[in-house]
């Protein structure tokens, strides 16, 4: 089954930081657009941007540029997401999702299981 | 960027009844709208996408309607795992936003 697996809880101190992954399976990992969308405990959804697999370009927040880095290693039908100079308010659950269209613009059909990021000092 | 304003923050409805949230956008994007529920503890669920399409698997009770600014998630007769918390999601312009969320509660 289509299925987006993250890697675990990160705690880092301000300043430092932080690289999560999200291994995909059951598809064709460079057939869909992979985003990362952030949830601060107990707020809404934040989009963050997203990654082209097969070509490794990106589209990123205006908020998150200069500090986020998304890639991907085909190889290994991984995508990854990093944060720098992070801050107390980078605490959050953070989430891969796969865009369900290739052509257009589209919703968010699968979710990774999401990765506590906490950064305190 | 495009603001998603939803309302009510918190809904009260009876087991039975029909439960209606709305998502307005500060412009349009035209029928480029998702509504997702999200369970505590667990990553966000694809209900409806393109405003009225359910998602693979999401029971016929879910539908959605509206297009452009105004946006409408009906659920017909709510079961208990549906009070939860619901939000709109914009993958019209960049960036793509969010709404802030409603929380459905059995009255």
């Known amino acids: 089954q289509v299925q987006l697996v993250q890697s675990g809880a990160e705690v880092r101190k301000p300043g430092a930081s932080v690289k999560v992954s999200c291994k995909a399976s059951?598809?064709?990992?460079?057939?869909?657009?992979i985003h990362w969308v952030r949830q601060a405990p107990g707020q809404g959804l934040e989009w963050m941007g997203r990654i082209n697999p097969t070509s490794g370009a990106t589209n990123y927040s205006q908020k998150f540029q200069g500090r986020v880095t998304m890639t991907r290693d085909m190889s290994i039908t991984s995508a990854y997401m990093e944060l720098t100079r992070l801050r107390s308010d980078d605490t959050a659950v953070y989430y891969c999702?796969?865009?369900?269209?290739?052509?257009?613009?589209?919703?968010?059909?699968?979710w990774g299981q999401g990765t506590m990021v906490t950064v305190s000092s | 960027e495009i603001v998603m304003t939803q309302s009510p923050a918190t809904l009260s409805v009876s087991p039975g009844e029909t439960a209606t949230l709305s998502c307005r956008a500060s412009q349009s994007v035209s029928s480029d709208l998702a509504w997702y529920q999200q369970s505590p503890g667990q990553a966000p669920r694809l209900l409806i996408y393109g405003a009225f399409t359910r998602a693979t698997g999401i029971p016929a009770r879910f539908s959605g309607s509206g297009s452009g600014t105004d946006f409408t998630l009906t659920i017909n007769s709510p079961q208990s795992e549906d009070f939860v918390i619901y939000y709109c999601?914009?993958?019209?312009?960049?960036?793509?936003?969010f709404g802030q969320g409603t929380k459905l509660e059995i009255k």
């Open positions: 999702a796969r865009e369900q269209n290739w052509s257009f613009n589209d919703a968010f059909d699968t």
């Open positions: 999601h914009q993958y019209n312009n960049w960036p793509q936003t």
């Open positions: 059951g598809y064709a990992f460079n057939a869909y657009y």
